[in-house]
Protein backbone atom coordinates (compact mmCIF):
# COMPACT_ATOMS: atom_id res chain seq x y z
CA UNK A 1 0.00 0.00 0.00
CA UNK A 2 1.19 3.52 -1.19
CA UNK A 3 1.49 6.06 1.67
CA UNK A 4 3.00 9.26 1.31
CA UNK A 5 5.31 12.23 3.28
CA UNK A 6 6.86 15.44 3.23
CA UNK A 7 10.51 15.12 4.99
CA UNK A 8 9.96 16.17 8.30
CA UNK A 9 12.22 15.12 10.80
CA UNK A 10 12.52 13.76 13.15
CA UNK A 11 8.75 12.94 12.32
CA UNK A 12 9.88 10.70 9.21
CA UNK A 13 13.34 11.32 7.60
CA UNK A 14 13.24 10.91 3.39
CA UNK A 15 16.93 10.00 4.58
CA UNK A 16 17.58 7.65 7.78
CA UNK A 17 20.20 9.29 10.48
CA UNK A 18 22.11 6.51 11.65
CA UNK A 19 19.51 4.20 11.51
CA UNK A 20 16.29 6.50 12.43
CA UNK A 21 13.69 6.88 9.81
CA UNK A 22 11.35 9.37 11.83
CA UNK A 23 9.40 7.76 15.15
CA UNK A 24 5.74 8.35 13.22
CA UNK A 25 7.34 6.81 9.83
CA UNK A 26 8.01 3.98 12.70
CA UNK A 27 4.73 3.87 14.50
CA UNK A 28 2.79 4.06 11.16
CA UNK A 29 4.46 1.44 9.66
CA UNK A 30 4.58 -0.98 12.57
CA UNK A 31 1.01 -0.46 13.02
CA UNK A 32 0.14 -1.66 9.64
CA UNK A 33 2.52 -4.25 9.85
CA UNK A 34 1.03 -5.97 12.99
CA UNK A 35 -2.31 -5.64 10.83
CA UNK A 36 -1.26 -7.44 7.91
CA UNK A 37 -0.80 -4.70 5.78
CA UNK A 38 2.49 -3.78 3.29
CA UNK A 39 3.18 -0.07 3.16
CA UNK A 40 5.84 1.86 0.97
CA UNK A 41 6.58 5.64 2.16
CA UNK A 42 7.11 7.91 -0.63
CA UNK A 43 8.56 11.41 0.23
CA UNK A 44 7.68 14.25 -2.27
CA UNK A 45 7.09 17.92 -1.47
CA UNK A 46 4.17 18.27 1.16
CA UNK A 47 1.47 20.49 -1.02
CA UNK A 48 2.07 17.23 -4.25
CA UNK A 49 1.83 14.46 -1.04
CA UNK A 50 -1.88 16.01 -0.03
CA UNK A 51 -3.03 15.72 -3.82
CA UNK A 52 -2.05 12.66 -4.03
CA UNK A 53 -3.84 11.48 -1.18
CA UNK A 54 -7.04 13.92 -2.22
CA UNK A 55 -6.88 12.35 -5.81
CA UNK A 56 -7.08 8.83 -4.19
CA UNK A 57 -3.18 8.12 -6.00
CA UNK A 58 -2.03 7.54 -2.34
CA UNK A 59 -4.01 5.93 0.96
CA UNK A 60 -2.52 8.13 3.46
CA UNK A 61 0.19 10.96 4.37
CA UNK A 62 1.71 11.40 7.31
CA UNK A 63 1.81 13.52 9.30
CA UNK A 64 -1.13 15.26 8.97
CA UNK A 65 -2.44 18.19 11.22
CA UNK A 66 -6.00 19.00 11.82
CA UNK A 67 -7.52 21.38 8.90
CA UNK A 68 -11.30 21.72 8.57
CA UNK A 69 -11.05 21.66 4.96
CA UNK A 70 -9.05 18.28 4.70
CA UNK A 71 -11.99 16.30 5.99
CA UNK A 72 -13.28 16.80 2.77
CA UNK A 73 -11.28 14.17 1.20
CA UNK A 74 -9.49 12.61 4.29
CA UNK A 75 -10.20 11.00 7.05
CA UNK A 76 -8.09 11.17 10.42
CA UNK A 77 -6.47 8.46 11.97
CA UNK A 78 -6.64 8.49 16.24
CA UNK A 79 -3.37 10.29 17.01
CA UNK A 80 0.33 9.46 16.18
CA UNK A 81 2.02 12.10 17.67
CA UNK A 82 2.01 15.88 18.10
CA UNK A 83 4.15 19.14 17.22
CA UNK A 84 4.62 22.22 19.93
CA UNK A 85 3.65 25.14 17.65
CA UNK A 86 5.50 28.36 18.38
CA UNK A 87 8.20 31.28 17.30
CA UNK A 88 11.66 31.01 16.75
CA UNK A 89 13.85 34.04 17.00
CA UNK A 90 17.35 34.96 16.92
CA UNK A 91 19.02 35.46 20.58
CA UNK A 92 20.13 39.09 20.16
CA UNK A 93 15.77 40.10 18.97
CA UNK A 94 14.55 42.30 21.65
CA UNK A 95 10.81 42.41 21.26
CA UNK A 96 7.56 41.44 23.50
CA UNK A 97 7.21 38.03 24.49
CA UNK A 98 4.88 35.63 22.15
CA UNK A 99 2.66 33.61 24.23
CA UNK A 100 -0.20 32.75 21.93
CA UNK A 101 -0.96 32.77 18.15
CA UNK A 102 -2.66 35.92 17.95
CA UNK A 103 0.54 38.21 19.54
CA UNK A 104 2.25 37.68 15.92
CA UNK A 105 -0.46 39.79 14.46
CA UNK A 106 1.40 42.77 12.93
CA UNK A 107 4.41 41.18 13.43
CA UNK A 108 6.98 39.83 10.94
CA UNK A 109 6.76 36.42 10.99
CA UNK A 110 7.11 33.74 8.42
CA UNK A 111 6.11 30.00 8.05
CA UNK A 112 6.77 27.19 5.50
CA UNK A 113 3.94 27.48 2.44
CA UNK A 114 1.61 24.64 2.55
CA UNK A 115 1.99 23.74 6.14
CA UNK A 116 -0.99 23.96 8.67
CA UNK A 117 1.20 26.47 10.46
CA UNK A 118 1.07 29.02 7.62
CA UNK A 119 -2.77 28.98 6.88
CA UNK A 120 -3.40 29.95 10.76
CA UNK A 121 -1.57 32.94 10.56
CA UNK A 122 -3.36 33.69 7.31
CA UNK A 123 -6.84 32.79 9.40
CA UNK A 124 -5.72 35.18 12.09
CA UNK A 125 -4.55 38.07 9.82
CA UNK A 126 -1.06 37.98 10.58
CA UNK A 127 0.07 38.23 6.84
CA UNK A 128 2.98 35.56 7.12
CA UNK A 129 6.05 35.31 4.98
CA UNK A 130 6.19 32.17 3.15
CA UNK A 131 8.93 30.19 2.88
CA UNK A 132 9.69 26.49 0.88
CA UNK A 133 10.95 24.51 3.70
CA UNK A 134 12.20 24.76 7.40
CA UNK A 135 15.71 25.15 6.36
CA UNK A 136 14.91 27.79 4.02
CA UNK A 137 13.35 29.36 6.93
CA UNK A 138 15.89 29.32 9.18
CA UNK A 139 18.77 30.61 6.99
CA UNK A 140 16.16 33.58 6.69
CA UNK A 141 15.74 33.99 10.39
CA UNK A 142 19.13 34.11 10.80
CA UNK A 143 20.00 36.87 8.50
CA UNK A 144 16.82 39.02 9.81
CA UNK A 145 14.84 38.79 6.60
CA UNK A 146 11.88 38.10 9.43
CA UNK A 147 11.42 38.53 13.05
CA UNK A 148 9.86 35.52 14.03
CA UNK A 149 9.64 31.71 12.10
CA UNK A 150 6.59 29.89 13.28
CA UNK A 151 6.77 26.20 13.01
CA UNK A 152 6.78 22.87 15.18
CA UNK A 153 9.77 23.23 17.70
CA UNK A 154 10.57 19.28 17.23
CA UNK A 155 11.09 19.19 13.72
CA UNK A 156 12.86 22.84 13.43
CA UNK A 157 15.14 21.80 16.92
CA UNK A 158 16.10 18.97 14.78
CA UNK A 159 16.82 21.12 11.55
CA UNK A 160 19.03 23.20 13.66
CA UNK A 161 21.12 20.74 14.90
CA UNK A 162 21.39 19.69 11.02
CA UNK A 163 22.52 22.79 9.98
CA UNK A 164 25.09 23.66 12.59
CA UNK A 165 23.17 26.20 14.00
CA UNK A 166 22.74 25.81 17.49
CA UNK A 167 22.51 28.55 19.87
CA UNK A 168 21.46 30.88 17.14
CA UNK A 169 17.62 30.93 17.94
CA UNK A 170 15.37 31.13 21.10
CA UNK A 171 12.11 29.69 20.85
CA UNK A 172 8.61 30.67 22.36
CA UNK A 173 5.36 27.97 22.28
CA UNK A 174 1.96 28.66 21.63
CA UNK A 175 0.43 24.77 22.08
CA UNK A 176 0.79 21.58 20.99
CA UNK A 177 -0.53 20.57 17.86
CA UNK A 178 -1.72 17.09 17.61
CA UNK A 179 -0.74 14.88 14.15
CA UNK A 180 -2.46 12.74 12.49
CA UNK A 181 -2.45 10.36 9.68
CA UNK A 182 -4.94 11.59 6.82
CA UNK A 183 -6.40 8.81 5.03
CA UNK A 184 -7.38 8.39 1.26
CA UNK A 185 -11.33 8.60 0.97
CA UNK A 186 -10.97 7.87 -2.62
CA UNK A 187 -9.03 5.13 -1.47
CA UNK A 188 -10.39 1.61 -2.31
CA UNK A 189 -11.78 0.31 1.15
CA UNK A 190 -10.49 4.15 3.29
CA UNK A 191 -12.59 2.86 6.78
CA UNK A 192 -11.58 -0.13 6.78
CA UNK A 193 -7.67 0.49 6.14
CA UNK A 194 -8.64 3.83 8.65
CA UNK A 195 -9.88 1.06 11.27
CA UNK A 196 -7.14 -1.62 11.28
CA UNK A 197 -4.55 1.23 10.82
CA UNK A 198 -6.06 2.61 14.78
CA UNK A 199 -6.68 -1.05 15.94
CA UNK A 200 -2.94 -1.51 15.30
CA UNK A 201 -1.37 1.91 16.82
CA UNK A 202 -3.55 0.88 19.89
CA UNK A 203 -1.48 -2.25 19.80
CA UNK A 204 1.58 -0.35 20.11
CA UNK A 205 0.41 1.85 22.57
CA UNK A 206 -0.37 -0.85 24.91
CA UNK A 207 2.67 -3.21 24.40
CA UNK A 208 4.82 -0.23 25.40
CA UNK A 209 6.36 -0.48 21.58
CA UNK A 210 5.40 2.83 20.90
CA UNK A 211 7.03 4.98 24.18
CA UNK A 212 10.26 2.68 22.46
CA UNK A 213 9.92 3.73 19.69
CA UNK A 214 9.84 7.42 20.97
CA UNK A 215 12.78 6.71 23.49
CA UNK A 216 15.21 6.18 20.61
CA UNK A 217 14.51 10.18 19.29
CA UNK A 218 15.03 11.79 22.75
Not at 73 to 78: G, K, Q, T, V, W
Not at 198 to 203: E, P, V, W
Amino acid sequence: MRLVASDYPPFEMARPDEGLSGFDYEVVTKSFEITGYRTHIRFMPWNRAIAEVESGKAAAVLSCAYRAQRQEFALYSDQISSSTDGVFYRKDHIAPEVTTITDLIGRSVAAVQGYATHSRLHDIGANPIGVPDDAAGLKMLEVGRFDYFFNGRQATDFRIRQLGMSGKFDFSATEDKPLFLCISKAYPEAERILADFNRGLSILKADGTYALIHAKYQ
